[in-house]
């Protein structure tokens, strides 16, 4: 069984600034994926960036970066250079690799609020 | 590209009447699920099926029932319509061949069971 746990249900950013939301996880998998979702208030699930469980690299895309420490267990997304857009949920989310199941498990989500 | 369609987008039901949420992919996807949200919950797997013909449980499958005729379409049933079951649900789907597996999601129907 897989679990994602997310401990800060809000957090507050000043814009510009950048912001860490932490994800910690639980899993027997010996390889697992990662993965962070923004939901913005219209509702709609935006894919963000993926973490292999054997990439040697931690993930980026754009202002986006995943801090992977495997040892810890823990997937906490970065935020740089905060902006007003950014307010929303976020999700981290796991599955299993090489398997037929794609099936996501989530955490329970973070609300982020970017102030001007 | 239209991508992941669900239908309807809101409605609401009284107990114990059934409906049908429409899901229909046109990325020519094995893969498809369909998940509720909660509040302070979270996404939940309610059912998957990685192929038309082929589907199985999630985490929280009773209330609800799938079928898979065709790559395209992935309805979500039910039967008999309960308070518990208002909810937003997503319909997700992903293609086996992608590096990282991740789902594109629909834009989500909200349910309301009176």
């Known amino acids: 069984a897989q679990k994602i746990t997310q401990t800060q249900p809000g957090m507050f950013v000043q814009e510009k600034e950048a912001v860490t939301l932490d994800c910690t996880y639980d899993t027997s998998d010996p390889s697992y994926g990662l993965f962070w979702y923004k939901q913005p208030s219209s509702g709609e699930m935006i894919f963000l960036i993926y973490q292999g469980s054997y990439d040697q690299q931690n993930a980026t895309e754009g202002r986006y970066s995943l801090n992977f420490q495997k040892a810890r267990k823990s997937a906490n997304l970065v935020i740089s250079a905060s902006q007003l857009g950014d307010s929303a949920m976020y999700f981290c989310a796991m599955r299993p690799v090489y398997t037929g199941r794609r099936a996501l498990t989530f955490g329970s989500g973070t609300r982020l609020q970017v102030q001007p | 590209n239209a991508g992941v369609t669900q239908t309807p987008k809101f409605q609401v039901l009284k107990t114990g009447q059934s409906m049908t949420l429409q899901c229909a992919q046109d990325?020519?996807?094995?893969?498809m699920s369909w998940y509720r949200q909660d509040p302070g919950m979270g996404l939940r797997l309610i059912h998957y099926s990685v192929g038309a013909g082929i589907t199985d449980q999630g985490e929280v499958p009773n209330g609800y029932n799938v079928s898979r005729s065709t790559t395209e379409d992935f309805p979500l049933r039910l039967l008999s319509a309960a308070p518990s079951q208002t909810s937003v649900y997503f319909c997700a789907s992903s293609a086996p061949g992608q590096n990282t597996g991740e789902l594109f999601f629909g834009e989500g129907s909200r349910l309301t069971v009176l």
């Open positions: 990325m020519n996807h094995e893969y």
